[in-house]
């Protein structure tokens, strides 16, 4: 195998590692939060949660993903040809990052306080006001340390990047841990937890700068050199907010819908401001909605994203060099490794929503009824989960060509028909409308994605793609029958242990999967270990 591509394996290997190693800590921090508030708590869980989302949206959209995308191509090219000209071209990008993004933090605050001076008498918009004011500052911090860690990934270094998310969450489930030792005030205890975003933010960017100048880097700030490439990036990055961040944007959209139709718990006569039409959802469906993402977005980050972290640098160099058919072959090689990961994964959150959510969040504040809402939703979300793993790929697919309008054009569909969805299906299915709407939409965008791949004539190549599927189909088909299985044998015993109602149809399933899968010779598993294809 070509040195290039066990680089490229030895990266993913990396950066799936540190991945899942944040992700499972992602979920130990949810965990301690939900024992904090619960799904209720007067609406403070929901507060929370949309508090976080705003900067966490900004750095997905300017951080890791927009941003990056652009930024990373012309810093590649300066990489290649002199390395100093690529440090004033990052200094000037990481100064006016700063900038741009401490002026748009410093209005919305003012905004926030405008809101708060008309509609501070409502307590619960009162609670979302205080607590976006606390966390909107952690955007400039992650979006500097994301564009940081885009220069160590264009180095070859994706490790240290990789592991600052599993510090992030450190510090945030530290602070969670903390909150109820300094104060029994649910509000209290959120801004503790809101607070700790902001430490969690210092610290990443801290730890990532020794990285950068280690490499070499010094901070050389000379815009002149560097207004052109400056303006090409702000023009190229901006159609790609939307084209990137599909599913993100889609994410937030529908927490905000789950806020503003939730009514009061046990209610039954309040209506909303629509004026006599009640409530489609009650309190704590924010809440719920972000604890059923977090189960979906678990193999989102470990597969999709680090897939299409890794694969992006090659597809931008086959791109700039003519190279089509080789870009072709990782894009396939990458939607194949997703499809491989992402089939029995779906079908395993679909089988194992509810002693999922019985082991992970009911404890503490979190209710039998808050575990009962929150597997209905695992299990819808479960039904995309491949999807969202290939629309990061296929997207990076587009922007490597250079087609940013076309990208935009289709995500902007795709968020249409999420939108549309979300606002007829909250009515018959309550929250769990939400999740099925944004299946549904992922499924669609993926469609209409590699399709119009295909018209561009760089499209996947269908023959390995269909014998991944169909091997991959059949393992997963296997695996399902067993995981139920075992479910159906475990609850028939009457054990009532929640660690082994999951962990022994996951260890079942995990074995059935790989074990299928090495009967059937899928390429796959010896791909991930740097092994050549037969």
């Not at 209720?40 to 900004?58: C, E, K, Q, T, W």
């Not at 008498?121 to 994301?146: E, F, H, K, N, Q």
């Not at 499809?339 to 503490?364: D, K």
């Amino acid at each position: 195998m070509p040195d290039s591509r066990r680089q490229l394996f030895a990266s993913m290997r990396a950066t799936t590692f540190w991945t899942m190693v944040s992700r499972v800590l992602g979920l130990v921090r949810d965990i301690v939060v939900a024992a904090l508030l619960g799904l209720i708590a007067g609406g403070v869980a929901d507060a929370l949660v949309i508090a976080m989302s705003v900067p966490n949206l900004f750095r997905q959209l300017f951080g890791e993903g927009a941003l990056t995308a652009a930024f990373l191509p012309p810093l590649s090219r300066r990489l290649e040809t002199n390395r100093a000209a690529a440090w004033t071209l990052a200094s000037v990008v990481l100064t006016w990052l700063a900038i741009g993004l401490s002026g748009l933090v410093f209005f919305l605050e003012l905004l926030l306080a405008a809101a708060w001076l008309i509609w501070g008498g409502d307590t619960r918009i009162a609670l979302l006001l205080w607590l976006s004011a606390i966390t909107l500052p952690y955007m400039v911090l992650i979006c500097l340390a994301a564009q940081v860690n885009a220069v160590l990934n264009t180095l070859g270094r994706f490790g240290i990047g990789a592991a600052m998310p599993a510090v992030m969450n450190l510090v945030l489930i530290a602070g969670a841990l903390a909150a109820p030792w300094m104060t029994a005030n649910a509000v209290t205890q959120a801004s503790i937890v809101a607070l700790s975003v902001l430490v969690g933010g210092i610290v990443q960017l801290g730890a990532l700068w020794p990285a950068l100048r280690a490499l070499g880097f010094r901070y050389d700030y000379q815009p002149a050199e560097h207004w052109g490439e400056l303006k090409t990036i702000v023009v190229t990055m901006l159609p790609m907010v939307l084209g990137l961040a599909a599913t993100q944007i889609n994410v937030m959209l529908d927490r905000l819908i789950a806020y503003g139709f939730s009514g009061p718990i046990g209610d039954p006569q309040g209506i909303t401001w629509l004026g006599g039409i009640h409530y489609p959802m009650q309190t704590g469906a924010t809440a719920a909605l972000y604890y059923g993402e977090r189960l979906y977005q678990l193999p989102i980050g470990i597969l999709g994203v680090a897939v299409a972290t890794v694969i992006f640098p090659r597809l931008a160099r086959h791109a700039a060099r003519g190279s089509n058919m080789q870009l072709r072959a990782d894009l396939t090689l990458g939607l194949r490794l997703v499809i491989f990961f992402s089939l029995p994964a779906s079908v395993g959150l679909v089988l194992l929503a509810e002693p999922l959510a019985t082991l992970l969040f009911q404890r503490g504040l979190f209710t039998p009824e808050d575990a009962a809402r929150t597997a209905r939703l695992i299990a819808l979300f479960g039904l995309g989960v491949w999807a969202y793993c290939a629309s990061p790929t296929l997207v990076r697919g587009y922007y490597a060509l250079g087609k940013h309008a076309l990208a935009v054009r289709i995500s902007l569909i795709a968020m249409a028909i999420n939108l549309a969805l979300d606002l007829t299906l909250i009515w018959p299915l309550a929250e769990g409308g939400l999740a099925v709407a944004t299946a549904v939409s992922a499924a669609i965008q993926v469609g209409i994605l590699a399709f119009g791949l295909w018209r561009l004539g760089a499209g996947v190549m269908l023959r390995p793609v269909l014998d991944t599927l169909a091997r991959s189909g059949v393992a997963t088909a296997v695996m399902g029958v067993c995981c139920y299985a075992s479910l159906w044998a475990l609850q028939r015993t009457g054990i009532s242990v929640r660690l082994i109602l999951v962990a022994a149809p996951l260890g079942i399933s995990l074995l059935a999967y790989l074990g299928v899968a090495a009967l059937l010779k899928c390429s796959e598993l010896r791909l991930l270990w740097g092994r050549e294809e037969d």
